[in-house]
């Protein structure tokens, strides 16, 4: 079963309003990818995280590593409707990568 | 640069009958992983290869199969077909391994048992 917990599994939000998603996983990770795919496509990677604390960003996208490696977010801050999509993250878990239930964004015009 | 193909894109087969699904990688990647994903469950994974090589399998019954090839081309195979087993196959390549840098997904393989 998942040992990567994502949450919340659909976030429905207004254009420009911010959007998160967090992971958890029970045990440390060696790192954490995060991945976008858009209805009807497939997985895009969009970062990895591999240091304790890190925080990467990417235009309006921040990623976040939690001190323990347990833990990581993606925050989207004022969103368009290119954002719409399931962000995934996926934990290393001894080189078996596991992927979170996914965070589906959808965005009102 | 060409990206990670899969053959083929859908298929339609019956309980009890067996398939192949086939990946081919971007050049030069020796990581080859397959993930199941379905409405129901997410992504799921398979397995990796590298190098020829079984690295990792997840929790998935012996039914589901895999191999590479020295080009670093995969096959999957699913034998005695299940209802359960509708899903959408995805593979991915990466340079050094799924857990040590990024993975380009293929279009996928959509199967459906009827």
């Known amino acids: 079963g998942q040992q990567v917990m994502q949450i919340p599994q659909y976030q429905h939000v207004q254009e420009g309003e911010d959007f998160t998603t967090y992971c958890n996983s029970s045990?440390?990770?060696?790192?954490i990818q995060w991945y976008k795919q858009r209805p009807g496509g497939h997985p895009v990677f969009l970062i990895q995280l591999v240091k304790s604390g890190e925080v990467k960003k990417q235009k309006r996208l921040t990623f976040q590593f939690g001190e323990a490696k347990k833990n990581s977010s993606l925050h989207i801050t004022a969103t368009q409707t290119t954002d719409v999509g399931t962000y995934f993250c996926a934990g290393n878990l001894n080189n078996d990568m596991r992927f979170g239930a996914g965070t589906r964004l959808t965005v009102k015009p | 640069k060409a990206g990670v193909t899969q053959t083929p894109r859908y298929l339609i087969k019956t309980r009890g009958q067996q398939v192949t699904l086939s990946c081919s990688p971007i050049s030069g990647h020796r990581s080859v992983s397959w993930y199941q994903q379905t409405p129901g469950q997410g992504l799921q994974f398979l397995f990796e290869y590298f190098s020829e090589t079984q690295r990792n399998k997840g929790n998935f019954p012996g039914r589901f199969s895999g191999r590479q090839f020295s080009n670093s081309r995969s096959e999957m195979n699913v034998s005695t077909l299940e209802l359960g087993d509708s899903a959408l196959y995805l593979c991915?390549?990466?340079?050094?391994?799924?857990?040590?840098?990024?993975?380009?997904f293929g279009p996928g393989t959509r199967l459906t048992v009827l």
């Open positions: 045990t440390t990770l060696s790192n």
């Open positions: 991915a390549s990466s340079l050094r391994g799924q857990g040590y840098n990024e993975q380009f």
